[in-house]
């Protein structure tokens, strides 16, 4: 089955890194996708990775994957209070119309 | 520019009420998504839909039904609200077929059952 976990909290100063993890559990997955979602609004898609790939590099964002382990991470360089907000981890699988969402991290950026 | 509209983004309904939330696409994709948002559980899927009239249940369709009679429209009803329907719901599209294609999301709505 698939099940999509994450941290439901993490707090960073600004300035520093953050790294948000994810873990699922359908070996399956196609591609894995990371969404924000700012106060107030939808999700938007930041990143995703293909599960043939190991990392992924876009500007300040930095996404690994560990398919062995079934861990995703996310990493923001140089945190900005602008990046305070709830990120999801997802995951495609099952069909190409099925796509699981992880539980989120409420990023907070303390100035 | 793409965009997803709901109809409402607050709405207070009694127990017992029918409610329906709209969702409208203009981005003419065949994929739409009802998702309930909940702190700590994330994002679960109620319905989605791959086509005009199509429709197919999610994780936890129970309590709620859908309607596409439209490709750019997609409703989600509650035919009889309850409590625990108390909640975040955010409707998505997306072109179909295409897995580096991502969802659309619309703004939500937050809908309280008294």
């Known amino acids: 089955g698939e099940d999509v976990e994450q941290s439901l909290f993490l707090s960073v100063r600004e300035g520093d890194s953050s790294v948000i993890n994810c873990t699922y559990t359908?070996?399956?997955?196609?591609?894995l996708y990371w969404y924000k979602q700012e106060p107030g609004a939808g999700l938007q898609l930041l990143t995703y990775?293909?599960?043939?790939?190991d990392m992924k590099q876009d500007q300040r964002l930095t996404v690994l994957l560990n398919k062995k382990d079934k861990h995703l991470s996310l990493r923001i360089a140089d945190t900005q209070t602008g990046d305070s907000a709830i990120y999801f981890c997802a995951e495609l699988s099952g069909g190409y119309q099925k796509v699981t969402f992880g539980t989120g991290t409420k990023l907070q950026v303390i100035p | 520019d793409v965009k997803v509209t709901q109809s409402s983004r607050y709405l207070v309904k009694r127990t017992g009420e029918k409610v329906f939330l709209e969702c409208v696409q203009d981005m003419d994709h065949e994929n739409m998504f009802w998702y309930r948002q909940d702190p700590g559980l994330g994002l679960r899927l109620i319905y989605f839909?791959?086509?005009?009239?199509?429709?197919e249940k999610g994780d936890i369709p129970e309590g709620y039904s859908v309607s596409r009679e439209k490709k750019e429209r997609f409703s989600l009803i509650l035919e009889s609200a309850s409590t625990n329907q108390t909640s975040m719901y955010l409707c998505?599209?997306?072109?179909?077929?295409?897995?580096?294609?991502?969802?659309?999301f619309g703004p939500g709505t937050r809908l309280t059952v008294l």
């Open positions: 990775i293909f599960s043939n790939m």
């Open positions: 839909s791959y086509d005009v009239k199509m429709k």
């Open positions: 359908d070996s399956s997955s196609t591609y």
């Open positions: 998505a599209s997306m072109r179909q077929a295409l897995a580096t294609d991502t969802q659309y």
